[in-house]
């Protein structure tokens, strides 16, 4: 179905914005196990973005600029899982180019998609518009310290994280926030290639009592550069007692 008149005129007025702070490009990005493709914009070029870290006090740098695995095969995981996930209010952390939100919208989930960069949220909300006709709920913030508004409809049955464990810094921030996020019968869903940083989180989270089924995703990915990476699904369960669909 084609995208409605007032979805085509969100899409071109985010673009507009987004062009006053960088120049985009358009890609194509395969999600492997689903066979769907969508159409993603970008940023051209990551000079400014470097530059602009570089004053950030946070120093978070720019990793949403580009496509990573972990974010394709977390959208190709939810498509393939959608009868869990239709009609259910769904918190992302970390939005990347908005792949997995756009995946989340697809199989109809409410998404909210939360990141640090406001850039990520517009290129979050643009992608999902020009790939769904829809765009998710965003909210900025910094997840090592979360403000109230992130917790107003918390908690969720189902939070998603791809590629949020870069530094060890992160990884007792973010388990402390899962354990106030994530329901008691509910699934954090983190996929990440195997960085050491994701691996104490799992390990840490398991010795807090989360249970852990692990699946692997081999691609192919749409980048050449990308070949040879494989990126760990690990779904986490607070407890046994019932079930993530």
């Known amino acids: 179905m084609p995208p409605s008149p007032a979805a085509v005129r969100a899409f071109i007025r985010l673009r507009a914005r987004l062009a006053q702070k960088f120049r985009s490009v ?44 972990s974010g394709v095969a977390l959208g190709d995981a939810a498509l393939l899982q959608a009868e869990w996930l239709r009609g ?53 913030l910094n997840w090592r310290q979360p403000t109230q508004a992130l917790f107003a409809d918390a908690p969720y049955s189902f939070v998603l994280a791809a590629d949020v464990l870069y530094e060890a810094r992160d990884v007792e921030p973010l388990l402390a926030l899962v354990e106030r996020l ?18 104490r989180f799992v390990v840490a989270a398991q010795a807090q009592g989360w249970q852990e089924e692990l699946t692997r995703h081999m691609g192919p990915w749409s980048d050449p550069k990308d070949a040879g990476v494989v990126v760990n699904l690990h779904l986490m369960r607070r407890g046994m007692n019932g079930s993530a669909g």
């Open 26 to 69: 358009e890609i194509p990005v395969s999600l492997p196990w689903s066979g769907v493709t969508y159409h993603v914009l970008q940023p051209a070029s990551f000079d400014r973005l470097l530059t602009a870290a570089a004053r950030d006090p946070e120093q978070n740098m720019p990793y949403w600029a580009t496509v990573w695995p």
């Open 182 to 199: 994530v329901a008691p019968d509910g699934v954090l869903w983190l996929a990440e290639p195997g960085r050491p940083p994701a691996q």
């Open 88 to 140: 259910q209010q769904v918190l992302e952390l970390g939005g990347g180019l908005g792949i997995t939100a756009t995946a989340l919208l697809t199989a109809g989930a409410q998404p909210l998609v939360t990141d640090y960069s406001t850039e990520t949220l517009l290129l979050t909300r643009a992608n999902a518009l020009r790939n769904t006709g829809q765009e998710p709920r965003t909210l900025q």
